[in-house]
C-alpha cells in the first residue's frame, strides 16, 4: 500500500503545475520542484524501502533458522528472526499510515476526491495497526518477550552488526557515507540506551517500561532500518567505484540512504527519551481526570 502510494504521488507531483518556483519561474511549475514536495517524496520513499529492507532481513534469518546446516546456526538466526518480527510488524504498519498519509498530502485538496484514490490508500493503510495485533501489542511483546527475556542479549548482538556497519562507512572515504555513520551510530547508541532501561526496569517497574513499550518498538524499527540502508549504500558505494550496475540506480540508493540518515534517523535521540524518560507523564493523571 505505501508502495502503491508512492508511485502514484510521484506520478502526480510529475504532472500537476503549481505555483512557481521558489528560485524564480515565469510561471507555475510541476510541483516536484518545491522543496517541501521532494521531501515528502523522499521520505515516503526512504520508508518504503528500509522497511522493505528489514523485512527482507527477517525473512532471510527465518529462512537459516529453519534450513542452516548446524543447530548453533539455526539457532542463532531464530533468536534474531523472532526479535525483528514485532518490529516488522510494528514498525512497517505504522510507516505506511505516514506514507500514505503523505500521499494524500503530496495530491492536495485532490487527495480527498475519491477518484484520485490517494485517500483510499490511507483508508486501507488504517487498519493495518489493528490486524497485526495492534502496535502496542506488538511493541509489548518486543519487550516482555523478546528483549527482557534474554537479558537483552539478542538486541545487543544485532547492535554489535550495526557497529561493524559503521566502521564499514567510516572506512569508504564518502561524505555521504561518513554523515550516515555518524546518524547510525547515533542513532545505535540510542537503542542501546533503551535496551539496558527495558533489561534493567522491568522487573523493578512493570508500568514505566512498558509505558514507553511503543517509542521503543519505533526506536527499534528507525534504527534498524536505518542499518538496512546504511548496508545499501555501502554496496552501492562499492559497485559505483568499481563500474558495475546502473550507476543512476546505485546513486539514487546512496541519495535515499543519506536522506534516511538525516531526516529519518535522526529521531532515535527523542524516541530514547520517550522510551526511558516518558512514563511520567504517561502515568501522572488519574483516571477520574480523563
Do not use: C
Not at 500537476?16 to 517541501?36: E, F, K, M, T, W
Not at 523485512?55 to 539455526?74: F, I, L, P
Not at 554496496?235 to 563500474?243: C, I, N, P, Y
Amino acid at each position: 500500500m505505501a508502495e502503491r502510494a508512492y508511485q502514484q504521488a510521484v506520478a502526480y507531483a510529475r504532472e500537476r503545475l503549481q505555483s512557481r518556483d521558489v528560485a524564480g519561474s515565469s510561471g507555475a511549475v510541476p510541483i516536484i520542484r518545491h522543496p517541501d514536495v521532494r521531501r515528502m517524496l523522499m521520505t515516503m520513499r526512504a520508508h518504503i524501502e528500509a522497511a522493505r529492507a528489514l523485512a527482507y532481513v527477517a525473512a532471510a534469518a527465518s529462512d537459516a533458522g529453519h534450513h542452516a546446516a548446524d543447530e548453533a546456526t539455526r539457532r542463532e538466526n531464530m533468536a534474531i528472526y523472532e526479535f525483528l518480527v514485532p518490529i516488522v510488524k510494528g514498525w512497517s504498519t505504522e510507516m505506511s499510515l505516514e506514507v500514505t498519509s503523505l500521499g494524500v498530502q503530496v495530491h492536495g485538496g485532490m487527495g480527498f476526491i475519491e477518484e484520485t484514490g490517494a485517500a483510499q490508500h490511507y483508508r486501507d493503510a488504517r487498519i493495518l495497526t489493528i490486524y497485526e495485533g495492534t502496535t502496542a501489542i506488538q511493541a509489548n511483546d518486543l519487550i516482555g518477550r523478546k528483549t527482557a527475556r534474554n537479558g537483552g542479549a539478542v538486541a545487543r548482538a544485532l547492535l554489535a552488526r550495526v557497529r561493524g556497519t559503521e566502521e564499514l562507512l567510516a572506512q569508504a572515504g564518502s561524505a555521504d557515507l561518513d554523515a550516515i555513520a555518524a546518524r547510525l551510530s547515533a542513532g545505535r547508541a540510542a537503542l542501546e540506551d533503551a535496551v539496558q532501561f527495558v533489561v534493567e526496569t522491568l522487573g523493578k517497574d512493570v508500568r514505566a517500561t512498558f509505558a514507553g513499550s511503543v517509542p521503543y518498538l519505533k526506536l527499534a524499527g528507525v534504527v534498524l532500518s536505518g542499518w538496512q540502508m546504511a548496508r545499501a549504500a555501502l554496496a552501492a558505494d562499492r559497485m559505483l567505484k568499481a563500474g558495475d550496475g546502473d550507476a543512476q540506480f546505485l546513486q539514487a540508493k546512496i541519495a535515499t540512504a543519506r536522506f534516511h540518515a538525516d531526516h529519518l534517523l535522526t529521531q532515535a535521540g527523542a524516541l530514547r527519551s520517550a522510551a526511558i524518560e516518558g512514563a511520567a507523564g504517561v502515568l501522572a493523571m488519574p483516571e477520574a481526570a480523563f
